[in-house]
């Protein structure tokens, strides 16, 4: 999934939610969550997502000294 796809979706969960409705449509596909906090589990999770795609891939610099004797 790229980015733009993860925003819409995101941006329906919020509606619905918004809105006190359960369904959501995307896709040609409609979703019914049971309750309100699975809902926000799925709003939840696809923030994560999006936050890692805009972060990007990060190196991990570890500087360490070595001392010649």
């Known amino acids: ?5 993860l925003k819409s979706r995101h941006s ?17 596909k409609t ?15 696809i923030e994560r997502r999006i936050a890692k795609l805009e972060r990007g891939a990060r190196r991990i610099l570890r500087p360490y000294a070595v001392k010649d004797l």
């Open 31 to 45: 979703v019914t969550y049971g309750t309100d906090a699975e809902l926000a589990a799925a709003i939840g999770d």
């Open 12 to 28: 329906a969960l919020l509606a619905a939610r918004y809105s006190g409705t359960r369904s959501v449509s995307y896709d040609g």
């Open 1 to 5: 999934m790229n980015l733009d796809d």
